[in-house]
């Protein structure tokens, strides 16, 4: 569905932008702008949905399919790409949107390789929160265990895709930061000189330059050294520090602010440098997307120091929370937007409103037109499935839809015209960026509408 004015290679890359040709995706900045570019050196805008197969599905698979996975696939796919887009950003499902295992993972990225249609493999790190079931916690990151269980996800992922030339790069995950102070809290609470709180205990030891008594005037502790932290000593942290760009954060004690950012900081730094170290020993190649991290769970600080780990920055949502023009001062690095909602609409069992289909059409117009205008950003990943989800956290907890067709298989025609008229200008749009001032128009037009649907729904 590219538009004909450009012409494209076998993997969807513009021969009007040219970089090396190295057999496999890379990154390049060509004319001022940040491009993927393809194996045989064509420039390429990664643009399409996070959650194509899921097993959240398998109600409609059953009834549409009778449970023939590589019907179910196939079909999905074919409409897929007749939508426009143009890859697979975050692969053909991740543990948060198949905690079953129901999605034969491997049959899709061979139907992905055998089209040449690029995607992206994962290398999972620690749960989305959705995943986490029977009050399970995220694992202890600094465990000889964890660096273990990340070597053989990258071995088994570099292992299959190493030599993949439709391989866009590794992700980790989707959302492993969100209700991070309940990670740290689970953390300090585990056995005495675990690895985990051992880690933690050393990040505030040196904080507060072992005096017991400036760390026992915060957290009204009776500390006599800083060292019972990692066996006797507990301190938790409340809702507050939820995400450090929201702003309930703000209202957090200062000085517990400053000890929580140094926390999760030495979390982040050590899974990012245990996956890049994993990854390379396996595959020197492809890009390193690092975890699609919600935009309120890193500050600009931080993104700096884990991109240095990772080939892009990888926030969740464009959004006032998150400046992207100083984020791309901050790290140097191209911006790879992912999971980017543009709004869910209301289960048909619920009366809760969401926005309408004109809106998320008028949504995601706005949103991919900012994308695309923005010459920092080199790829997007949209928060959205193909068929509306039976089953999962999203229509349990939220009572939304996520699906382009509805569950029956039934298109939403206004969004799907729109989203097909939007895809076919990838390369016109990505070709011709537009001035700072009218990006952050165009963003404050998205946050705007987006805003007020999300204003409605909570006032029924």
């Known amino acids: 569905m590219i538009s004909t004015t450009e012409q494209t290679d076998r993997y969807g890359g513009i021969t009007t932008v040219q970089g090396e040709a190295t057999g496999f995706f890379h990154l390049e900045k060509v004319n001022g702008r940040h491009w993927f570019i393809d194996p045989l050196g064509n420039g390429f805008f990664p643009l399409g949905i996070s959650h194509l197969f899921s097993g959240d599905s398998e109600p409609t698979v059953k009834q549409l399919y009778d449970y023939d996975q590589a019907a179910w696939m196939r079909d999905w796919f074919d409409k897929y790409r007749s939508l426009g887009f143009n890859c697979a950003p975050a692969g053909a499902t991740s543990p948060c949107r198949d905690k079953a295992g129901f999605v034969d993972l491997e049959y899709a990225e061979d139907l992905f390789t055998e089209n040449d249609f690029p995607f992206a493999a994962g290398v999972w790190q620690f749960p989305h929160p959705a995943e986490l079931r029977f009050h399970y916690e995220r694992q202890d990151v600094f465990s000889n265990y964890y660096e273990d269980l990340i070597e053989e996800r990258a071995a088994y992922a570099c292992g299959r895709h190493r030599d993949n030339p439709c ?27 675990s690895a985990g709180r051992s880690a933690l205990s050393d990040v505030l030891i040196e904080k507060y330059q072992g005096d017991s008594d400036a760390f026992n005037a915060v957290y009204g502790t009776n500390c006599r050294s800083l060292e019972e ?11 507050t520090f939820n995400s450090m760009n929201e702003a309930v954060f703000a ?35 492809h890009v390193i997307l690092g975890m699609y991290t919600k935009a309120t769970s890193f500050d600009h600080d931080l993104w700096s120091k884990v991109t240095r780990h990772a080939d ?9 929370k998150l400046d992207f023009f100083r984020l791309y001062e901050v790290t140097g690095k191209p911006i790879w937007v992912s999971d980017q909602t543009f709004g869910h609409g209301c289960n ?24 695309l205008g923005d010459p920092r950003v080199c790829g997007i990943s949209i928060c959205r499935t193909l068929y509306d989800l ?3 956290p999203m229509v349990n907890k939220h009572h939304a839809f996520e699906g382009i ?40 037009q998205f946050v705007e509408l987006h805003q007020q649907t999300r204003r409605r729904a909570r006032q029924n």
């Open 312 to 320: 892009v920055s990888s926030p969740q949502h464009v959004n006032p």
């Open 251 to 285: 209202e957090a004690e200062p000085r517990k602010k400053e000890d929580f950012k140094r926390l999760i900081e030495a979390i982040a730094l050590r899974t990012y440098r245990v996956a890049e170290a994993a990854v390379r020993r396996h595959d020197r190649n």
């Open 348 to 371: 048909h069992r619920s009366s809760k409103p969401g926005p309408t289909e004109e809106e998320m059409a008028e949504l995601y117009r706005l949103i991919v037109r900012r994308v």
């Open 390 to 392: 039976v089953t999962g």
């Open 229 to 239: 932290l990692k066996s006797k000593v507990h301190i938790a942290y409340d809702d």
């Open 167 to 193: 391989l866009l790069g590794y992700y980790y995950g989707f959302g492993g930061f969100i209700n991070a102070q309940w990670w740290v809290n689970r953390i300090f609470a585990s056995h005495p000189h």
């Open 405 to 444: 067709y509805d569950e029956e298989g039934m298109p939403r025609d206004r969004l799907i015209a729109t989203i097909k008229q939007e895809n076919q200008q990838i390369y016109e749009r990505a070709l011709m960026p537009l001035p700072d001032v009218a990006l952050r128009d165009m963003q404050e």
